[in-house]
């Protein structure tokens, strides 16, 4: 309504319609109680509206500074909740001795970042590949897996390519060792062979693996240890180019199908790359274990990690030189972590070796055909 002097005149009506409108407002989500771990402490929150738990681990850093705590872990166990477990100081600067292991095929080599152990289980992670440089900690694994499977009964084949200097002390445990690329064609036919006859031998029981099978029928379980993975890989000339192939398929053979017939890989190198050839990208794919310590190059850590996650990409980047042992492990939960494996010197390997050579069964014993007959012959 307009008002002029003396007269009222009505000069239109505007109509207002209120309505609800939705205001975004920054909440915090619900949070429990901070509950004490040995390193530090984790809380459980309850995520909001539209969020996932990639939103805190992109923040995993800056709630670190925050809350004054060496790192924060991100990790979530049902739909809706995320779990933020933080360090108060780095449990990797010293870690305990190696303990024994109870299990049959699982080592306890070192401690993770959170405290926990780390832990090489081939059952549920049979194959695993270990890129690390000189002196980044990678024969010093391999010596701890070796003082964790010497008591146990498994048959052990080193595959050494530096001329048997890394595993010729440890031969009173081994069941084969190869030194040089012919040998290792030899072994890797023999494991072939092997993997054939445990075929046989799990159709005729009705069995799709080997832990199927009868106690009395099983074989023994082999654990294949090489050592110089690209070694297998590089080719000097023309002439190679066969044998090379011919390596290369049975070591990718091996891997896809040793598992259900009780063979496992464990492979180390310093240079693992695309460059080496198709065989190795095919490998990795066979390998879901990833440990990589630190590398002189990005290509090895990308080949070891990049199909994982970034981030553990770029911490494997940022291992320094003084930490050896240090290392970014694709666990078999699905995560990754920093870890740490126990220092076992190789005087440690050694009396190991020794002490619980004669648990090694021989390569003929190993490789001797199980004729059984079927359930329904032994019926009959």
């Not at 809350?67 to 477990?85: E, I, M, Q």
């Not at 993997?195 to 023994?220: E, F, H, K, Y």
């Not at 990754?336 to 076992?344: E, K, L, N, P």
Request: glycine share 8%; aromatic share 6%; charged share 20%.
């Amino acid at each position: 309504f307009t008002t002029v002097p003396g007269l009222v005149a009505s000069t239109g009506v505007v109509r207002v319609r209120r309505r609800f409108q939705r205001i975004a407002v920054d909440t915090a989500p619900f949070m429990w109680l901070p509950m004490p771990t040995r390193h530090g402490w984790r809380v459980t929150l309850h995520t909001l509206e539209g969020q996932i738990p990639a939103d805190y681990a992109d923040v995993a850093e800056r709630l670190a500074h925050s809350w004054g705590v060496h790192a924060v872990r991100v990790s979530s166990d049902k739909p809706g909740r995320v779990r933020l477990a933080a360090t108060m100081r780095d449990p990797l600067v010293k870690v305990d001795e190696l303990p024994p292991s109870t299990e049959l095929l699982k080592v306890t080599v070192g401690r993770l970042e959170t405290g926990g152990p780390w832990v090489v289980d081939f059952k549920t992670v049979p194959h695993w590949i270990n890129a690390g440089a000189t002196q980044s900690g990678k024969s010093n694994l391999a010596n701890a897996l070796i003082v964790g499977l010497a008591p146990q009964p498994v048959a052990l084949v080193g595959f050494d390519l530096k001329g048997g200097v890394e595993f010729t002390p440890y031969a009173s445990r081994l069941s084969a060792l190869a030194t040089s690329r012919a040998e290792c064609g030899g072994l890797l036919d023999d494991l072939v062979a092997l993997m054939t006859d445990r075929m046989g031998m799990c159709r005729m029981a009705s069995a799709r693996n080997i832990w199927q099978l009868p106690p009395g029928m099983r074989p023994v379980p082999v654990v294949v240890l090489v050592d110089e993975l690209a070694e297998l890989y590089l080719m000097a000339d023309k002439s190679e180019k066969d044998e090379i192939a011919k390596t290369s398929t049975a070591l990718l053979r091996v891997a896809q199908l040793g598992r259900a017939f009780g063979i496992y890989l464990f492979c180390c190198g310093q240079r693992i790359g695309s460059d080496l050839g198709p065989g190795v990208t095919a490998l990795r794919a066979q390998c879901s274990g990833r440990i990589c310590h630190r590398v002189n190059d990005p290509e090895t850590a990308t080949m070891t990690l990049g199909d994982l996650d970034p981030a553990a990409l770029d911490s494997a980047r940022a291992i320094a030189a003084e930490t050896p042992g240090v290392a970014i492990v694709a666990s078999q939960d699905g995560q990754w972590y920093r870890a740490r494996s126990f220092y076992v010197s190789e005087q440690a390997a050694e009396h190991a070796a020794r002490l619980y050579a004669d648990l090694a069964p021989s390569w003929d014993e190993v490789m001797a055909v199980h004729r059984h007959q079927t359930p329904d012959s032994q019926t009959a």
